[in-house]
């Protein structure tokens, strides 16, 4: 392996210089700039030269080469005068000294390239045993997807049970004909039985569509409380979370967010034990966008070396993978004990996603974070455990892109998303299909299929 040196305008230009020649498995050690300039060194496979294994010879032979070199050298010199042969042994001592300091720093190129070479093929060969180990990992995400699977069952089965019981007694509760459509839009959304419940118990009796909406607002951001934590800025930070919900895109943008307030140097991430396949090269690659430096650690001795040579770093962020999540959170733990947790679920999670992580007793978690903001479009399940159990709120993303920021996500920022999402539709509840002594909820597609139905006949 050897380091090669690339200079480009900037961070980006470089990558791309160093993918197009090197190519895609590249390995990127540092970034810095000079005179203007974006320095990137890389790391390159090399072969080993054929004459590396001769340099694997022992210190013996270099000093039997340095006794015949010099028995050369004071043969040449017999044969003249004592002057000259005074001038002859000086010449002969020199041109000795200068041809053994060359043997010598040959003799080292080899022993280190030849380090190189066999540290090249330890790493194939660790290459190759890993594949066992990504069996493994692909075994432990299907169990786990299994049980996940089970449990929403579970938890279906008893929102089942629960909305017959709710239905009779809803059936029979008087609804004030203005918020009926509110009540529908509720009724048909993605909300459990038992907030649903609470929502419709809340507003029932009033007499304005816009004061119900008001209220619902005002209720569910109490419920939930102002709760917040400040951006990770100083320490040592993990950020974990089921598969898929962006732990990689929120490290970046965190770091990226600290690195251009403090300096790139202040910052540095860790990708610890992620055996997905892309999952360094992509984190690899999101950080240098950034500048900053990303490194690598796959068992617990790695990380607690890496946590102590980055000590006077200002942040510290470690990417956690999505498989055994509590199990490798603590490891973590176990490396420093002021290492704070953060938990990551996407807007859209279900309730049993999210209890899943926020009930494990072991764990104390400094914030959560919420990710997919910007696609989310049932965010009921996460408000119903937020009124359960009061957490932190921290960081939340808006945007699929790597370069967009961060911000602090509070409760009435996710309330009005949920709110946004029903289909309050007035109009399509016809006064005529109301019956005015019937106070049960008629929804918005019955209505029109009485209209529709009402204008056949007349025709």
């Given amino acids: 392996m050897e380091l090669k040196r690339i200079l480009a305008k900037d961070i980006r230009r470089a990558t791309e210089k160093a993918v197009a020649l090197y190519g895609q498995d590249v390995l990127f050690v540092s970034n810095s700039r000079v005179n203007g300039m974006t320095e990137v060194i890389v790391a390159v496979d090399v072969a080993p030269e054929p004459w590396s294994e001769t340099s694997r010879q022992g210190d013996g032979d270099g000093e039997r080469f340095g006794e015949v070199l010099q028995q050369s050298f004071k043969a040449m010199g017999k044969g003249t005068t004592p002057s000259e042969s005074e001038d002859t042994d000086a010449d002969a001592d020199s041109e000795y000294a200068h041809a053994k300091s060359l043997y010598d720093a040959r003799r080292q190129q080899a022993k280190k390239r030849a380090a190189q070479a066999e540290q090249s093929t330890q790493r194939e060969q660790a290459e190759a045993e890993s594949t066992p180990h990504n069996e493994h990992r692909d075994y432990i995400r299907g169990r786990e997807i299994v049980d996940l699977v089970r449990d929403e069952l579970a938890a279906i089965r008893k929102e089942f049970k629960l909305a017959q019981r709710v239905a009779a007694w809803q059936s029979e509760s008087p609804t004030h004909s203005a918020v009926r459509p509110l009540v529908t839009a509720l009724a048909e959304a993605s909300i459990p039985v038992s907030l649903r419940t609470l929502l419709v118990d809340h507003i029932g009796t009033m007499s304005s569509l816009d004061d119900a909406t008001d209220a619902l607002r005002l209720y569910l951001t109490k419920s939930i409380g102002e709760h917040w934590a ?151 399940a996460l408000l119903q455990v937020l009124c359960e159990k009061q957490v932190k709120l921290s960081a939340g993303s808006h945007s699929p892109l790597a370069s967009e920021g961060c911000q602090v996500v509070t409760a009435n920022e996710i309330v009005a998303l949920a709110l946004r999402s029903l289909a309050v539709e007035p109009n399509l509840i016809a006064d005529e299909v109301i019956d005015k002594d019937d106070v049960t909820v008629v929804s918005a597609a019955h209505a029109l299929v009485n209209r529709i139905e009402k204008a056949a006949h007349a025709s």
């Fill in 230 to 380: 400040k951006l990770p800025q100083r320490g040592v930070h993990a950020i974990a979370g089921p598969a898929g919900a962006g732990k990689t895109l929120m490290v970046a943008r965190l770091a990226r967010a600290a690195a251009e307030r403090k300096g790139i140097d202040s910052v540095a991430v860790i990708s610890y034990a992620d055996q997905r396949a892309g999952a360094w090269s992509q984190i690899q690659m999101l950080c240098s966008q950034g500048g900053v430096d990303c490194l690598r650690a796959n068992d617990p001795e790695t990380l607690k070396m890496l946590l102590s040579e980055l000590g006077q770093r200002r942040l510290v962020l470690i990417d956690t993978p999505g498989v055994q999540v509590m199990e490798k959170l603590e490891q973590i733990k176990a490396c420093s004990p002021e290492i704070q947790c953060h938990l990551i679920v996407p807007a859209d999670a279900s309730s049993t996603t999210v209890r899943k992580y926020l009930s494990e007793p072991h764990i104390e978690w400094h914030s959560l974070m919420v990710s997919r903001m910007d696609e989310a479009t049932q965010p009921w």
